[in-house]
């Protein structure tokens, strides 16, 4: 599903040693930039340093092509010659020694791995180029909504476009992926939703996008809620639209990438959807789609098979936890030793937060829903035309196993009017790619295929609202 803000998720520990020991020498304050070759990617990661206003150093870490910023680093040793430094919440470090006033070289270790990594001193740190994204002002009318979902006794906020002097329009909703996601679905800095909003509306399309609860304007929390409860969101923008003089009600459809496709098929099914669209949308349980993503991730970063089934042996330990454990403090402490290898109480505080926090991931009611849903009943009740689009090179919703999927529930349930694609050559966010690993994501400049564009607008035109 969609890909956490995180350098690297790993399920194992390492252990800081040193003393620290504040040399005179500020040669070490600044930006250092330095690429690690992972397998066929090269990830830039940034650190700045500088004291505090006690002269204490401080440190903080950038990936951007993971959009992460401003991770905090401890400053385990500045000396004349080396800067080492531990970065507790993706239980990482940096050793380095100083070749010369703007160069470090050195190792950066993370789960049980090794890499070198050389930093340089910079001033400037380069922005990534997203080209697609549309630029204001629009040819069309933006409009701030904000409205309830009053089963849920909350408010949600989003942006309404529609063409300008626009009426009897098709409308759709766009339904994010999972993790907390603003209205754009913003990730790496792409704005696949803005991208696809902007297209739908210049081509004659009422278009709602919305925060997910708990970001941006929309209240709730995302970690307490399902993918049902996702569901009534979506069933309160339904009823927001049919208010809307611009739009006409009985041309309302959806479009749901990743988990948005797992809900997608759960509201439509509650209301008389004009058509969906299902963008790498699951057809198969949850945990088996985990099980088929963290091979292929796995695989995708240089790990071998051995590597590979090891750590689905760790997901098959966690994920029983999850299902069975009962008692919520027994889960909790399962949960850390298994993530732990069964070090947990040997670990120091900022190490026992890292596996806190790897844990807090797992244990809410969400992974919960997801790890064991089926998407199998809403599927086979869909009687509304239906889109699945899956990329070829999609790693996290692996496209021929949940399109068969997709496919059979459709059929059985009679759905007259349906199609599934899979596309050559693009990934789970629909960009042209060479692998599909994660790692490409940020490096791509597209945000989504043309093509993926001009297939879903061809046939909502076509066969979407011909019903």
């Not at 050195?106 to 930093?119: N, V």
């Not at 797992?262 to 088996?288: H, R, S």
């Amino acid at each position: 599903m969609k890909v956490k803000q995180a350098f690297f998720i790993t399920l194992f520990i390492i252990t800081y040693a040193g003393i620290q020991s504040y040399g005179q020498e500020v040669k070490w304050l600044g930006l250092w930039s330095g690429k690690l070759d992972i397998s066929a990617t090269k990830l830039e990661i940034i650190f700045e340093t500088w004291s505090d206003e006690n002269g204490k150093p401080v440190a903080v870490m950038d990936v951007p092509m993971q959009g992460a910023k401003d991770i905090q680093c401890k400053v385990i040793n500045v000396e004349r010659d080396s800067l080492v430094l531990s970065i507790p919440l993706i239980m990482g470090s940096f050793s380095g020694g100083f070749v010369n006033d703007t160069t470090i070289q050195g190792e950066w270790k993370q789960s049980g791995m090794t890499f070198p990594l050389t930093l340089s001193k910079t001033r400037i740190v380069n922005a990534l180029k997203r080209p697609q994204t549309p630029q204001k002002p629009f040819p069309y009318i933006e409009e701030e909504v904000v409205y309830n979902n009053k089963s849920a006794g909350i408010k949600l906020a989003g942006t309404l476009t529609f063409p300008e002097n626009g009426e009897n329009l098709p409308a759709v909703i766009l339904i994010t992926g999972s993790g907390a996601q603003d209205r754009d679905e913003t990730i790496f800095e792409h704005k696949p939703f803005l991208v696809i909003a902007d297209f739908l509306t210049q081509n004659g399309f009422a278009v709602l996008r919305v925060d997910d609860r708990g970001i941006g304007g929309s209240e709730g929390k995302t970690s307490v809620a399902t993918s049902e409860d996702f569901a009534g969101d979506v069933l309160a923008g339904v009823e927001l639209l049919k208010t809307r003089k611009e739009i006409n009600s009985a041309k309302i459809g959806l479009i749901g990438h990743s988990e948005g496709g797992l809900i997608a098929p759960i509201a439509a099914v509650k209301f008389d959807a004009a058509f969906i669209v299902l963008l790498a949308g699951p057809g198969i349980i949850g945990e088996q789609i985990l099980y088929e993503q963290g091979k292929l991730i796995n695989l995708a970063a240089g790990l071998t098979d051995e590597q590979a089934h090891q750590n689905q042996k760790m997901q098959e330990a966690i994920f029983n936890i999850i299902k069975t454990e009962t008692d919520s403090a027994k889960r909790i402490d399962r949960l850390q030793r298994t993530m732990s290898n069964g070090q947990y109480f040997m670990l120091n505080d900022e190490q026992k937060a890292a596996v806190d926090n790897q844990v807090k991931t797992v244990n809410n009611n969400w992974f919960r829903f997801f790890l064991q849903y089926d998407p199998y009943p809403a599927l086979v009740k869909l009687q509304c035309p239906v889109l699945a689009l899956n990329g070829e090179k999609d790693l996290q919703v692996p496209p021929k196993e949940n399109l068969a999927a997709i496919e059979k529930a459709l059929t059985e349930g009679g759905n007259k009017n349906f199609k599934t694609i899979e596309i050559p050559g693009v990934n789970h966010l629909f960009q042209t790619c060479e692998t599909g690993a994660i790692a490409e994501y940020a490096q791509i400049e597209e945000t989504i295929s043309p093509q993926v564009l001009k297939i879903i607008i061809d046939w909502i035109k076509n066969s979407g609202l011909k019903n």
